[in-house]
């Protein structure tokens, strides 16, 4: 039986707001304004990997194939999993959860990848779905504590979504690195934005001792670019790769 709760549903993934945006014209999506092939009718024979996050993961300024989401996928075995790329631009922790509640019996999902964006960010429930961030007067009166503990609620029902269909959940960041205690699968050690110029401090590696001035950004100038996505992807696999099959 499907159950929806006002905006809440586990069978309908809500739209994406690239849907209604210049996004649109400048990317290859599918009917529901996601990064990724249609849903209807799934495919079958292999497990669906459900990829979750922001800009930063729908992959803004980026080229199909350049995405961290693409550069991980490339690396896994693909005989055995398919990746689904659920990241919304603008995105807060709350619509990362919604939409992942929504997959649970349109993508069945046996891995989850959560690539967390700003904790301040929230999603506000009106008359319409609307994604709040940076100045809005929304968000006159959080503050630090209120941000690390709706963060850390996202996080339990994201783990209690895993625990719940029987998937593997992973942890990752986009921007700002946060602790998640008592979770098994979270990458911190850097994150999208972090994670280049690598600076390796072997001698040998010379190709990766090379000192890096100029920004690296996507073709928008605003987001990463391709360098972060492909060494952010390197650095998931390394650490996941056992447990991401």
Same mark, same amino acid.
Request: proline share 4%.
């Given at each position: ?202 001698? *040998?590696? *010379? ?39």
């Amino acid at each position: 039986m499907n159950m929806k709760f006002g905006y809440y549903t586990d069978s309908d993934i809500p739209k994406s707001t690239a849907l209604s945006s210049k996004l649109k014209k400048n990317y290859v999506i599918n009917s529901y304004g996601y990064r990724c092939p249609e849903w209807k009718p799934l495919p079958v024979g292999k497990k669906n990997v459900v990829v979750l996050g922001c800009s930063h993961t729908f992959g803004e300024g980026l080229e199909d194939g350049d995405v961290w989401v693409d550069q991980l996928y490339k690396k896994v075995d693909q005989k055995r999993l398919r990746f689904w790329n659920l990241g919304e631009p603008g995105a807060s922790a709350d619509k990362v959860v919604r939409i992942l509640y929504a997959t649970e019996k349109v993508l069945f999902p046996k891995h989850i990848v959560i690539c967390w964006p700003f904790w301040s960010r929230r999603e506000r429930l009106d008359t319409h779905e609307q994604n709040i961030m940076g100045d809005h007067k929304t968000l006159e009166s959080e503050t630090e504590h209120t941000d690390k503990n709706n963060f850390l609620k996202n996080v339990f029902f994201a783990e209690k979504f895993a625990e719940k269909v029987g998937a593997k959940i992973f942890h990752c960041f986009a921007q700002d690195v946060y602790e998640i205690p008592n979770v098994l699968n979270v990458y911190s050690k850097t994150s999208i934005k972090l994670c280049w110029p690598y600076w390796s401090t072997q001698k *040998s590696d *010379s190709p990766n001792r090379i000192r890096t001035t100029e920004p690296n950004l996507a073709k928008d100038g605003l987001h990463y670019g391709v360098e972060h996505h492909r060494r952010f992807a390197e650095l998931l696999y390394d650490r996941f790769k056992s447990r991401l099959k």
